[in-house]
């Protein structure tokens, strides 16, 4: 298991969905020549960094904070090209190379490209990394959106809180389980009106890591509408690319469901519209979608749903991120504090444990829990 997201077996299963992958080897292979410093973004078990390399680019940098990284150090080694990719562990907004990179090529995204830290990498990587008319695959991603209908998926999330409540009033679960957006294969039958585009991202151009978009739509069919769905197409060069619409082969990202608060009777002719905002809050995205459904009978229904509302957040913690609270350290940070403190270079992992035990008695079931505390911290702040 990685410290970091994926576990092999995810690094895996991204490589075995062919749609994906066939669609960045032809972008690699008509972008990648003898010439070329190519630099591989999250680069996972190594496998694009590989790829570049057996193209023979001069020089492949491989960047990824997953322990995953080893083995694309051992893939690379096992195929003779150990002096050909430079790997390195951590984040590509921290790192500095010796070269700017001809191509850059990554997939950052989630179920959608707007995952955390996708787009403040993909603009630091274009003004600080990329060469001057070097090209970054993907080159964009356009987003679309459609009102559909999907009683199985919006059963799944309802029922614990409602069929199986056994009598008990779960409603403040309900509402928070609706609030938040899940990842979901659609039918292409489950829309209900044309899609529309939400945003395109081009990477090329892109300053804003956040979308605020007004959407509308006509509805096609007499159904129940339960929510919003939404994917991407990726253009990762001019004719190279792949979708991840329902309508498209399957890839490892699906769709995202974002549910209505309660299934709406839709009639040909009705109009839904939405102004879905995604805004980028302590490295994680917050999303906003506000649905307000007008039938041609004159019945309205309106929804304000907000991932934030999913979030279980109490008073007492947002009380501690206020910008006007004054924070006093309190026991646990004191724990960390003498950690920190004794991370001058003359005491071992080992006996900064011992002394821990002996400070904080009770705070730890033994030397081991100490240490292995220790380590953490050791991890995370030494050299
Ligand atoms: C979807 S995986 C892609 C793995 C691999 N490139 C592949 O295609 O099979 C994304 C990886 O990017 C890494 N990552 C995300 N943001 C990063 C950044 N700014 N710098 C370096 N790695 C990043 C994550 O840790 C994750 O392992």
Known sequence: VSRFGYTVRGFGAMIA???RTEAYEAALARTVGPTSVVLDVGTGTGYMALLACRLGARHVYA??????????????RASGMGDRITFIQGFSTRIELPERADVIV???????????????????LRSRLLAEGGVMIPLSDTIWVAPVEAEEQHRRITAPWTEHAAGLDLTASLRAALNDWEKTRFAPEQLLAQPQVLATLDYRTLT????????????ERESSGHGLAVWFDARLLDGIGFSTAPHAPLTIYSQGYFPW??????????????????????????????????????SMEHFKQSTMLARMLSPELLRLHAHDHRPVLADEGRVARLVLERMDGSVTVGEIATELQLRFPGRFAGWKEALSYVGELSEAYSS
């Open 17 to 19: 969905d062919r749609v």
């Open 208 to 219: 804003s890591s956040s979308v605020d978009a007004t959407l509308s739509w006509t509805v």
């Open 261 to 298: 608060l309660r299934p709406v009777a839709l009639r040909p002719g009705d109009r839904v519209s939405a102004r879905m905002t995604a805004h980028l809050v302590s490295n994680e995205y917050v999303w906003g979608w506000e649905t307000r459904v007008e039938g041609r009978d004159g």
């Open 63 to 76: 960047v990824e904070p997953n322990d995953a990284i080893n083995l694309g150090r051992a893939a690379a």
């Open 106 to 124: 990554s997939d950052l995204r989630g179920v959608l490209p707007l995952a955390a830290p996708h787009l403040p990498s993909a603009i630091d």
